[in-house]
């Protein structure tokens, strides 16, 4: 019989060397490495996310006439040992992984690679779009994407006449909570099992059931979004608040990310639900965006530019403060809910991400490989070809603009117009000196003033260093940054 190796991010029959899988031909190895699972001190729901999955699916396929090897082993390697040894496969096959590291390994090992179909476009198809363009645009991608696979298409136009709705999706906050409650899976003896054999000490809450691990419970929740929750995606797509920390976002992601769901039956189903009248255009373009635009972007990225990973254009080289890698409290109320968010679930949406998180990096000068890998640790769906592109790329500008014209900073005055953060906070956003200064203000124009031979000349932020020179307090501001650095690594603010 021939061995199919399944990774623990391929979860799902159509994918690659399991499309054309015959029970009575082909045994499928699945594999929990220990080196893996105690590499990092990864959130306690990543783990479960990932090993549950694993082993639902290792049920589905014995269901369906399989059989299956599915190992615990210390290393890769030795559990792809000891299964030749034991079973003596005519091949080994796989399919080609999500990860560098692990097309390292298949590849070391010897393991016939048969092509991926779980992205939509193929890295060799995205290097070959890449080809010898001076800058990489999403939205040139995005374009591409649509016309090619037509969503959203009327004839060789996009629908409505405008390919990107973004502008229509920058509302604040309600003031009510009017989100449906997403869907739980009720944990059973499996879910009990895959606890008991985590290891100790790792950080975050216990899961509660909002990740699926089987995909009948992603095809559930993939219902409910489009269902009950599309048709408000839209408007309110960057908005963050702390009466919701879902509001619309899909939280398709983790499934996404681990095969149990396919990016083509998302966003047909996205469509549908249009072209059926029961969501507006705006939503169903901003989510199929994110899907065939910025995450299939994010993956031709990983592979196009692998020196991406180590990236620090800034010279940032300060550690994580202690409210981020230690759970000291803070007294920045929007990192106080972020952070509280993260530990309770291990995902927080794209915007708290990007202008929270990512933008208090930046501002701080963190350095970008511990950032990176404290995210690849604390998001369920923190995948490795995601850190790259998203955190190091886009959040912390580190790559020196290869995806962004501009870093994505901004100081206290967008987190108030974007949240309810900021009413409760004992810092003010509008003052960038003083003891009630917010720090994301003070710090916003220390980094323009310490950056200023970088981003001068940039068109895109001429308004901004306008703005820094008519300052006249600049000299109290980089005094007062020098204390807030201090006193947020110290753990003090």
């Not at 179909?117 to 994407?145: I, P, S, T």
Request: negative net charge; contains cysteine.
């Amino acid at each position: 019989m021939r061995t199919i190796w399944v990774l623990g991010d391929q979860l799902n029959r159509s994918i690659g060397a399991l499309a054309d899988a015959d029970p009575h031909a082909d045994r499928v190895l699945l594999v929990e490495a220990e080196s893996a699972i105690g590499s990092r001190r990864f959130h306690r729901q990543r783990l479960h996310l990932v090993l549950a999955s694993m082993r639902r699916f290792a049920g589905e396929l014995e269901a369906a006439g399989f059989e299956v090897d599915h190992r615990r082993a210390p290393t890769f390697t030795e559990a792809f040992r000891a299964h030749v040894d034991e079973h003596q496969p005519d091949a080994v096959v796989a399919t080609e992984p999500n990860s560098r590291a692990h097309d390292r390994l298949l590849r070391r090992l010897g393991i016939d690679l048969v092509r991926s179909n779980q992205f939509l476009c193929h890295r060799d198809d995205f290097a070959a779009w890449a080809g010898n363009r001076e800058r990489l645009r999403m939205e040139d991608f995005y374009r591409w994407q649509r016309t090619r696979l037509g969503y959203l298409m009327d004839g060789d136009e996009p629908t409505g006449g405008r390919w990107n709705l973004d502008a229509d999706n920058r509302e604040p906050p309600p003031d009510e909570d009017i989100w449906p409650t997403p869907p739980r899976s009720r944990l059973d003896d499996l879910d009990r099992a895959v606890l008991g054999d985590l290891p100790e000490g790792l950080p975050g809450a216990d899961p509660v059931g909002w990740w699926a691990t089987s995909r009948r419970a992603a095809l559930a929740r993939l219902n409910h979004f489009v269902d009950e929750v599309l048709a408000g995606f839209g408007p309110h797509e960057d908005a963050m608040t702390t009466k919701s920390w879902h509001l619309a976002h899909s939280l398709l992601s983790p499934a996404l990310n681990l095969g149990l769901l396919l990016p083509d039956e998302v966003c047909d189903r996205v469509e549908e639900a249009f072209r059926e009248g029961r969501v507006p255009l705006n939503s169903a373009e901003g989510f199929i965006r994110q899907v065939i635009g910025w995450r299939e972007f994010v993956w031709g990225i990983h592979w196009l530019w692998p020196d991406q990973w180590d990236a620090n254009e800034l010279e940032a080289d300060r550690p994580l403060p202690p409210a981020w890698a230690d759970g000291v409290p803070t007294d920045l109320a929007c990192l106080a809910h972020t952070l509280e968010g993260l530990d309770e679930r291990g995902w927080i949406h794209h915007i708290q991400r990007l202008m929270v998180l990512s933008n208090l990096a930046t501002l701080l000068g963190l350095d970008p490989a511990g950032v990176r890998d404290w995210m690849r640790e604390r998001y369920v769906d923190g995948a490795d070809w995601v850190m790259g592109p998203n955190v190091l790329g886009m959040g912390l500008y580190a790559d020196g603009g290869r995806m962004s014209t501009k870093p994505y900073v901004s100081g206290g005055a967008y987190l108030n117009r974007m949240s309810d953060y900021c009413g409760d906070c004992r810092f003010d956003p509008r003052q960038r000196t003083g003891e009630r200064a917010c720090p994301f203000t003070t710090l916003y124009w220390d980094f323009l003033d310490r950056h200023r031979d970088r981003f001068a000349g940039n068109h895109r932020m001429a308004r901004q260093y306008a703005t820094l020179d008519r300052l006249a307090d600049l000299d109290e501001v980089r005094s007062r940054a020098d204390e807030v650095i201090g006193a947020h690594l110290a753990g003090r603010l």
